[in-house]
């Protein structure tokens, strides 16, 4: 079987971008939280916004995105350029 011509190529890039992605706006952010507090989330949101849910907002995406990964089988196009370009 030929990889490329299948579209498994695209299949894999398209949803390891994704993966990466959103581990990356997860990790940035929480090491961002870690070292300057203040820089990213101030302490005054915590007033308007319990801690539970910031801790569900900055971490559930790559946790979804992980498990989509494992679970699901994704159709895309075999055409790189139409798989990624929004339409």
């Known amino acids: 079987k030929n990889f490329i011509k299948e579209g498994n190529l695209v299949k894999i890039i398209i ?3 994704n993966l990466i992605f959103k581990k990356l706006v997860t990790t940035v952010f929480w090491l961002l939280f870690l070292i300057d507090r203040e ?3 101030p302490k005054v949101f915590d007033e308007l916004i319990p801690s539970w849910r ?3 907002t ?3 995406p790559f946790i979804s995105a ?3 990964s494992f679970i699901t089988k994704h159709h895309y196009d075999t055409n790189f350029l139409k798989a ?3 339409t």
């Open 15 to 17: 949803e390891k971008i």
């Open 39 to 41: 820089l990213i989330y």
């Open 54 to 56: 910031n801790n569900i």
């Open 58 to 60: 900055h971490l559930l």
């Open 66 to 68: 992980l498990i989509d």
């Open 84 to 86: 990624i370009w929004p």
